[in-house]
Structure formats: C-alpha cells, structure tokens
C-alpha cells in the first residue's frame, strides 16, 4: 500500500507515483493536499482508514496456517 501526500514538499508526488505503479499489485492512493507525513495531517482519519482496508484484505487473503 502507497499512501502519497500529493503536496509533499520533501518527496515529489508524481515522482513516487510513478514508481508505486511500477510495483505489481500496489494499492496507490495518491492523497491530494495531504505533506509527507499522511498520518499526522489534519485529516488523519482517511490514510489509517485506507491501510485498515488493506491491513485486513491482505489477512482476509492469507491462509490459515
């Protein structure tokens, strides 16, 4: 899962898109408005919600041992 902060000022946004879609199967979420650090922005709620997703469609997906 790529969370992208599309106004990263550290990290250019197209940049790391770019490259996250260069990974099979990537999730991608490019975050318009959101800087560098997704979690700690204002509107927190939307990447955690994202990688909660994730989180659980990838333990939903993996065999039971």
Known sequence: ???IGGA???ADARLSDALARTVPKAEVHLLDGFLHEVFNEVDRARPF???????DGF???KPAA
């Open 1 to 3: 899962v790529w969370l």
């Open 8 to 10: 990263d000022p550290i």
């Open 49 to 55: 919600a994202l990688m909660t997703k994730a989180i």
């Open 59 to 61: 333990l939903a997906a």
